[in-house]
């Protein structure tokens, strides 16, 4: 039986905090093709992203802060304060280290 593959995760700062992405789940197949699926399936789109952000996705979306460096409300972060997290977390991604 083939063992589990070991995950590759890395920390990157955006706006001032710290956050953590698992850089193997980004680039499986599964998770690429869920989040590639999102509008016909947003709960897996969903699942994909907390496993992206190594079951931290609500936590996430609860402390990302505006552009002002302003915490969120207590509905979390809005859109355009999450799309450019997750273009800020896919530079860390595909970082060369």
Known sequence: MPTKKKHDTVEFDFRGLTF??????FASLKVQT?????ERDPRAANEAMDIVCCGHLVDYIGRIPDADGNAPDELGCSADDWSAFTSAMAEAISAKN
């Open 20 to 25: 953590e992405v698992d850089k193997t789940a």
């Open 34 to 38: 869920a989040l590639n699926l999102g």
